[in-house]
């Protein structure tokens, strides 16, 4: 955990990927969201830029998680870039067997919320 904290202390921005767990969520997460808000002085996910994003086998891209890593994310001071929004629904389909994005319309997607949180990132560093 303490690697993670630094991690996360170093990062230019930081990148998560989510999946969903009863329209929620998970809980290993949000302990991991928690672990590095601790101690809160220093915090290290305060004023750091985050990008978040998730992929599930069901239709709704892990919106509903999304929203409550965001939730989380704010209470913690943590700069979550507001759009674009990045969810990938009936994830088997978009994915070759080799894991590979395999779907040229997500790859697409994904190459646009990578290229924004990028300038994302860029914009908070001044
Ligand atoms: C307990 C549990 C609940 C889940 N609930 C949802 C859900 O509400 N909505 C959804 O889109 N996917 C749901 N999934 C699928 C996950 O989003 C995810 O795609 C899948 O579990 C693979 O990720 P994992 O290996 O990190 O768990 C659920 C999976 C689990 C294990």
């Known amino acids: 955990m303490l690697e993670l904290k630094q991690a996360v202390r170093d990062a230019d921005l930081v990148i998560l990927a989510t ?9 290993v997460l949000k302990n991991a969201v928690d672990w ?19 992929a599930t086998p069901g ?5 509903l998680a999304q929203l409550q890593l965001r939730s989380a994310l704010a209470h913690v001071g ?3 870039m507001p759009l674009p929004r990045f969810g990938v629904s009936q994830a088997h389909r978009a994915f070759a067997e080799d894991g590979s994005l395999a779907d040229p319309a997500t790859a697409e997607r994904l190459e646009r919320f990578l290229g924004s949180a990028a300038t994302w990132a860029a914009r908070l560093a001044g």
């Open 59 to 63: 239709g709704f891209g892990t919106a």
């Open 78 to 80: 943590a700069l979550v």
């Open 36 to 54: 590095v808000s601790r101690p809160p002085r220093p915090n290290a996910w305060e004023g750091r830029p985050v990008a978040v994003m998730g």
């Open 19 to 27: 999946p969903e767990y009863n329209a929620g969520l998970p809980g």
